[in-house]
């Protein structure tokens, strides 16, 4: 059960051993974080007179009679005696231990829901065991455990017992850090494991119980204190500084910088909102330690103009710029706006994907490890352990949230390693806003802009909730946007099981719009084409040469098409809500009014009903991630971060903000005044996944 005796060469484990393993209870510290899902009150005994039916009750007397009956069939029917009234037995499946611990004259302890029987009160296979008459009632209610089917109750019980005497459960925290009024961790899991008979259990079971308290504080200091941790070693870091260089050594302004020159060349103005990122932006570039900035804007809000910004002020300053995108195909748009708003100014911009192979790709990365190239765009082959960035100074992820946990570690192994010892900067973008209570905590380490405003001249999108009966209307619909020189957008559903299904449907649709729609291109955009041919697809439909566009959800993230004025999403129940946001987000990019319509096919669960509802009410993306959280909780949001064991066992992020936000304040002063006593906890915590945490 300690770490020293663990497995490797020694015996096999047995059954419960196993079962122990698969419950992650290794250390006596896990066993004695393991809690009682409900507790069972044997602390007391009901004569039997005072039994009513219907009520869960322990009985102690002497068995008077015991016999297998037949009828109507094979059973153990046994009579108790307590002096003031009896109880009957009953046992549909019995073994001889039962018959001989229920012999005639044997005094038993018997637990069990009472029913009114033919004959009397009985009970229908109680619990029970024996003893004698002096035998005392145990004075704490006994934990009943979660627990699999190797692993018997009993043993757990023991086991858990056992560790909770033998754990670490010293006070580290010093006192001034905690609530005030709640008990030692120690006695809160004494407290929790085996409460006293008269403890309120319903402050138990809805875990407002001090004991709880305390142990929810505990978990949340402890992510606190990790995240504060990754925020003062970041710190600690040194980037180089990308300053404007009108700023830095120079007094006077110069309107050659090339930020100064991209915005002059831009079609149109930035909006209030647009301009103050980029100055929060530009003042972290500025330090010399790394930015961690996550710039968070609604779809449509121009994240693109931002970070191209960003990679200006960079490469002016002498430095490479890396830009990644989860998608090939919204890297490719990345990489088509990126060259015609920068190599006009004179960057050297460079395209890298897992598709781009061989000698092209040979000859890309010895440009970039040369400094021949200043910005480079691309999927996550950005961050290949092939590619050397000569001076890599600022490394830009979009829609950071799609990518997997391994390749955020792989990027920060990328930044971590770059030249000079000088550790990049890093932006992050994503159109899916952290709810407040997941940034104070999974996100503490991360400073956030917000584009909270859009572009001028948008029309907001209007949508339309339609059951699946009435896709001939929507058909039409087609037709009229079609016939107005508009294009649209049909997107197929995602069925996780089977991509072959998913295809099919998709070819399906395909073929009856194009039949449908005889006079005008109608594209066919899937996970399973070549990349090259997506590409060529989605270029033909971005230049209008293709009026519909039917495509799985590959078209999810970021894909710009301003005459793009009608999107049907089909079996849009299927769809989450952060996904279907992003969705309709690829519409209404234009000044013309446009539509979206969810399709779905009846009959809808509540939380399908409730997603579809949210989308109808509104295009806040905010208030979306606020209803998201709401119905799905903080999975969805933490994404890849999480390795699918829950990172917070005990506290609620939304119930316990109390408790959170003390915590938060109280982690800095704790690793400053009292680092060890910080270490300690952590440790306890955390144990191996702190470095998973900063991931
Ligand atoms: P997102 O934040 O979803 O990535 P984009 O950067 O793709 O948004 O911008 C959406 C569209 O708005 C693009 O066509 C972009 O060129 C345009 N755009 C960005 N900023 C402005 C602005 N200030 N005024 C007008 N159009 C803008
Ligand atoms: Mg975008």
Redesign the pocket.
């Known amino acids: 059960m300690s770490e020293a005796s663990s497995p490797a060469a020694s015996k096999p484990l047995s059954g419960p051993q196993r079962g122990m393993r698969q419950l992650g209870l290794v250390r006596d510290i896990d066993l004695a974080l393991h809690l009682p899902l409900r507790y069972e009150d044997e602390t007391q005994i009901t004569p039997i007179a005072q039994l009513h039916a219907g009520e869960s009750a322990q009985v102690e007397g002497v068995v008077r009679s015991s016999r297998v009956e037949f009828r109507p069939r094979r059973q153990l029917v046994v009579s108790i005696e307590d002096g003031s009234d009896s109880l009957v037995l009953r046992f549909l499946n019995f073994y001889a231990s039962h018959q001989k611990t229920l012999a005639q004259g044997c005094r038993v302890r018997v637990r069990g829901e009472v029913r009114a029987g033919f004959f009397g009160r009985e009970m229908v296979h109680p619990s029970f065991k024996a003893v004698d008459a002096s035998a005392s009632l145990p004075t704490t209610l006994t934990p009943v455990y979660p627990t699999t089917a190797q692993l018997p109750q009993a043993y757990l019980r023991k086991a858990i017992a056992s560790s909770l005497k033998r754990a670490d459960l010293r006070e580290v925290l010093p006192t001034e850090v905690l609530p005030q009024g709640l008990p030692s961790l120690k006695d809160a899991l004494q407290q929790l494991h085996l409460p006293t008979a008269h403890v309120n259990l319903s402050h138990l079971e809805d875990r407002s119980h001090p004991a709880w308290q305390r142990l929810k504080f505990e978990e949340l200091l402890a992510q606190q204190l990790a995240q504060t941790q990754a925020r003062l070693e970041r710190r600690a870091l040194k980037s180089p500084r990308l300053c404007a260089r009108s700023a830095s050594t120079d007094a006077h302004a110069d309107p050659s910088d090339l930020p100064t020159r991209l915005l002059k060349a831009?079609?149109?103005?930035?909006?209030g909102a647009?301009e103050r990122v980029v100055m929060e932006i530009d003042a972290d570039l500025s330090r010399e330690h790394p930015m961690n900035r996550l710039l968070q804007?609604?779809?449509?809000?121009?994240?693109?103009?931002?970070?191209a910004l960003a990679a200006t002020r960079t490469i002016d300053s002498g430095w490479q710029c890396a830009l990644m995108a989860p998608t090939e195909i919204l890297a490719e748009q990345h990489f088509g706006?990126l060259v015609q708003w920068l190599e006009p100014l004179g960057v050297r911009v460079a395209w890298l994907s897992g598709s781009r192979k061989g000698k092209a790709r040979l000859s890309t990365l010895q440009k970039i490890a040369e400094l021949d190239v200043d910005l480079v765009v691309g999927t996550h082959a950005v961050i290949q352990e092939d590619v050397r960035f000569a001076r890599l100074g600022l490394a830009i992820v979009?829609e950071q949230h799609r990518f997997g946990v391994a390749q955020r570690l792989a990027l920060r192994h990328k930044l971590d390693d770059a030249a000079l010892g000088l550790e990049p900067h890093l932006l992050m973008?994503s159109?899916t806003p952290i709810p407040r209570t997941l940034a104070m905590t999974y996100f503490a380490d991360l400073d956030v802009s917000t584009?909270d405003e859009l572009?001028?001249?948008r029309t907001p999108v209007v949508t339309k909730v339609f059951s699946e009966g009435k896709r001939d209307e929507v058909m039409a619909r087609i037709r009229d946007e079609v016939a107005r020189g508009r294009q649209v957008y049909w997107v197929c559903p995602l069925i996780e099981e089977s991509e072959a299904v998913d295809l099919q449907n998709a070819t399906q649709t395909h073929a009856t719009l194009s039949a449908a729609l005889p006079q005008v291109g109608v594209g066919l955009l899937h996970g399973r084409m070549p990349a090259a041919e997506k590409a060529a697809v989605m270029s033909l439909f971005t230049q209008g040469q293709l009026a519909v566009l039917v495509a799985t959800t590959v078209i999810e993230v970021?894909v710009?098409v301003?005459n793009a004025s009608l999107m049907v999403i089909e079996h849009a129940e299927r769809f989450g809500l952060a996904q279907l946001h992003q969705l309709r987000?690829r519409v209404g990019?234009g000044a013309v009014a446009s539509v979206c319509v969810l399709l779905y096919t009846p009959p809808l669960s509540e939380s399908g009903k409730a997603r579809l509802r949210a989308m109808a009410d509104t295009h806040d993306g905010f208030e979306i991630a606020r209803r998201d959280l709401e119905i799905r909780g903080p999975g969805e949001f933490l994404g890849a971060r999480q390795s699918g064991d829950q990172l917070l066992r005990f506290a609620h992020l939304q119930e316990d903000l109390a408790l959170l936000e003390q915590a938060r304040r109280v982690a800095p002063r704790l690793l400053a005044q009292h680092p060890q006593a910080a270490q300690a906890h952590m440790d306890r915590w955390l144990g191996g996944k702190a470095e998973f945490l900063k991931a």
């Open positions: 831009l079609p149109f103005a930035l909006t647009q804007g609604d779809v449509g809000s121009g994240k693109t103009v931002v970070a706006k979009d973008m159109a584009l572009p001028p001249g970021g710009d301003p987000g990019r």
